[in-house]
């Protein structure tokens, strides 16, 4: 059975589906075969399952403990994070690149850093989009219903691109494969810093505040901090070094 050109085939449990499916849409766009597979399953699981934790607790907090779920912080939130991508990837990918560059020519790395571009730019765009559909459904003279089928999808969609686009950070594994653990733990410190600055608990009181707002920007830490010490252990790759001389994979 031929397959869509640019998507990962699952084995025997590939069957045909529509490309107008959101899981097969998002898979097809943000998982193209440039991208290297995952390394280390440990660390593949425990993102994951800090997805799941985060998503879990930020319910938990803001529908039974606050008990102040506002729409518009949500759609707030997605559109500073959004911001806060567009501006710290490309800047820490800079950054790495001034330092790489006294280890080998960066000319090698322009097809990649553009596919990561793409993508980061795709996501953003789909979120954009999604936040905009969102706004109008909850415009009461807008029309809810014929809009209902175009929120739920795009809505669809974008989970499930976060979830291609979790192990590798915009494809920038292909860059080296240290950026993703590091663009991870630096956008999540950020995105973190104006609850902090601000002293804005969410409602909480100042423990559980705390607790809250530095879960997750710890927990990515963290894992980052093991994946790329695993990394280091088991490949030889180091984030100092250029990419070309960084890996001993294939």
Do not use: H
């Given at each position: 059975?031929?397959?869509?050109?640019?998507?990962?085939?699952?084995?025997?449990?590939?069957?045909?589906?529509?490309?107008?499916w959101p899981k097969r849409a998002a898979r097809r766009l943000f998982d193209p075969t440039w991208i290297p597979d995952p390394v280390d399953p440990l660390v593949e699981d425990l993102k994951r399952f800090?997805?799941?934790?985060?998503?879990?607790?930020?319910?938990?907090?803001?529908?039974?403990?606050?008990?102040?779920?506002?729409?518009?912080?949500?759609?707030?939130?997605?559109?500073?994070?959004?911001?806060?991508?567009?501006?710290?990837t490309p800047l820490t990918v800079g950054?790495?690149?001034?330092?790489w560059r006294r280890d080998g020519p960066l000319r090698v790395l322009r097809t990649?850093?553009?596919?990561?571009?793409?993508?980061?730019?795709?996501?953003?765009?789909?979120?954009?989009?999604?936040?905009?559909?969102?706004?109008?459904?909850?415009?009461?003279?807008?029309?809810?219903?014929?809009?209902?089928?175009?929120?739920f999808w795009m809505m669809a969609f974008v989970v499930r691109a976060a979830v291609r686009i979790n192990s590798n950070f915009f494809g920038t594994a292909a860059v080296h494969r240290c950026l993703p653990p590091l663009l991870a733990s630096v956008t999540s410190w950020l995105m973190a810093l104006p609850d902090l600055i601000t002293g804005d608990l969410h409602g909480l009181s100042l423990t559980l505040g705390v607790l809250f707002i530095l879960g997750a920007p710890v927990a990515v830490t963290g894992i980052a901090l093991l994946e790329m010490s695993r990394l280091r252990r088991f490949h030889g790759i180091r984030l100092r070094r250029h990419p070309a001389h960084a890996s001993r994979l294939p």
């Open positions: 059975m031929s397959q869509w050109p640019g998507t990962r085939v699952d084995g025997q449990r590939e069957r045909y589906r529509s490309p107008l800090r997805v799941s934790a985060g998503l879990v607790a930020a319910v938990g907090v803001y529908t039974f403990v606050a008990q102040d779920f506002a729409f518009e912080e949500v759609l707030e939130n997605l559109a500073i994070a959004c911001l806060v991508l567009l501006l710290v950054a790495m690149l001034f330092v990649q850093l553009f596919g990561s571009l793409k993508l980061l730019l795709g996501f953003v765009a789909a979120v954009l989009g999604t936040l905009l559909l969102l706004s109008m459904g909850s415009n009461a003279g807008a029309p809810v219903l014929a809009i209902a089928p175009a929120v």
